[in-house]
């Protein structure tokens, strides 16, 4: 699929509709960065909030930008199985390049129902899938054991593991192929999980930092430590800020800041707090961002 960083890119909103003019904004600063990979209708997509045809514009928008530039990897997963294949089976007929599937949540599956959700949607969509282990908002955890049966299907290609446990991350990679391709899910562990033999990220901060965070991958990759321990120290205060409240909150947020959408969230979703907002307004800036005259203003 992609080694180093992908973007999970959010999605932006006006007046309570999808801002296509801005969506369109925020790809074409990724395009203009050494971001390897757009992850569109993703956690930081708020795609739970979206309607089927929001999500086929989305995914249609980000495929005619994008022009086969770099790897297109679409969000399909749902707690739903039937509502998965379906989302799969689009984003296929549309074009994407890979899908990213959230383990399922609400229901708690067995490690065997993760097997068979998993594998019954490889049957169906013969395009690369990267599985997305996120405990912290499933409450299930893809076990290594589970990963290593499922890494032997042909088209289950990777793991975004979100989980923040790097002994099950060192366990998974002892269990799969040198092929088999495992992402940060965390901004915070981009440096140990590739220096674990993990290949990049699929990253938050991206959206705002995007060079910085592949200038990381890329010092681990070349094996300099010190310059990759100093890039992931220094980046580490604005990650702290970007994950204050619950993503996309604060990116969304930082967005805003940088003039380049709408601080516009779908509920349950509310505006970062007024505290959290000043922290990263700090950060951005102490990290070297140039926020907009209207935020200057505001402070």
């Given at each position: 699929?992609?080694?180093?960083?992908?973007?999970?890119?959010?999605?932006?909103?006006?007046?309570?509709?999808?801002?296509?003019?801005?969506?369109?904004?925020?790809?074409?600063?990724?395009?203009?960065?050494?971001?390897?990979?757009?992850?569109?209708?993703?956690?930081?997509?708020?795609?739970?909030?979206?309607?089927?045809?929001?999500?086929?514009?989305?995914?249609?928008?980000?495929?005619?930008?994008?022009?086969?530039?770099?790897?297109?990897?679409?969000?399909?997963?749902?707690?739903?199985?039937?509502?998965?294949?379906?989302?799969?089976?689009?984003?296929?007929?549309?074009?994407?390049?890979?899908?990213?599937?959230?383990?399922?949540?609400?229901?708690?599956?067995?490690?065997?129902?993760?097997?068979?959700?998993?594998?019954?949607?490889?049957?169906?969509?013969?395009?690369?899938?990267?599985?997305?282990?996120?405990?912290?908002?499933?409450?299930?955890?893809?076990?290594?054991?589970?990963?290593?049966?499922?890494?032997?299907?042909?088209?289950?290609?990777?793991?975004?593991?979100?989980?923040?446990?790097?002994?099950?991350?060192?366990?998974?990679k002892r269990r799969v192929s040198d092929n088999f391709k495992i992402y940060s899910g965390n901004d915070d562990q981009i440096l140990p999980i590739c220096a674990s033999g993990g290949h990049?990220?699929?990253?938050?901060?991206?959206?705002?930092?995007?060079?910085?965070?592949?200038?990381?991958?890329?010092?681990?990759?070349?094996?300099?430590?010190?310059?990759?321990?100093?890039?992931?120290?220094?980046?580490?205060?604005?990650?702290?800020?970007?994950?204050?409240?619950?993503n996309p909150i604060p990116i969304k947020a930082a967005i805003s800041l940088l003039g380049m959408a709408n601080n516009?969230?779908?509920?349950?979703?509310?505006?970062?707090?007024?505290?959290?907002?000043?922290?990263?307004?700090?950060?951005?800036?102490?990290?070297?961002?140039?926020?907009?005259?209207?935020?200057?203003?505001?402070?």
């Open positions: 699929m992609f080694t180093g960083s992908a973007v999970a890119i959010a999605t932006p909103f006006k007046g309570g509709e999808v801002d296509m003019e801005s969506f369109e904004k925020l790809l074409d600063f990724q395009l203009q960065s050494k971001i390897q990979a757009i992850v569109v209708l993703g956690t930081t997509g708020e795609a739970s909030t979206l309607s089927g045809q929001e999500r086929e514009a989305l995914i249609r928008k980000t495929l005619n930008k994008v022009q086969g530039k770099i790897p297109v990897i679409v969000g399909a997963g749902s707690n739903d199985y039937k509502k998965a294949v379906n989302f799969s089976k689009q984003a296929k007929e549309l074009g994407a390049d890979g899908l990213l599937l959230v383990t399922p949540y609400y229901n708690k599956a067995t490690q065997q129902g993760l097997e068979a959700y998993y594998g019954g949607i490889a049957q169906h969509v013969d395009l690369p899938i990267i599985l997305y282990n996120v405990p912290s908002r499933t409450n299930v955890n893809i076990e290594p054991e589970t990963v290593e049966n499922l890494s032997k299907i042909s088209n289950i290609v990777g793991i975004k593991e979100a989980g923040g446990d790097l002994g099950q991350i060192l366990e998974i990049g990220v699929i990253s938050v901060v991206a959206n705002i930092i995007p060079d910085q965070v592949q200038d990381l991958c890329e010092a681990v990759e070349k094996e300099d430590l010190k310059a990759a321990i100093k890039k992931q120290t220094e980046m580490l205060p604005l990650i702290q800020q970007v994950f204050a409240e619950v516009e969230l779908r509920l349950p979703l509310t505006p970062l707090s007024e505290g959290a907002e000043e922290n990263l307004i700090r950060e951005m800036e102490s990290y070297g961002l140039t926020l907009t005259t209207t935020q200057e203003k505001k402070r």
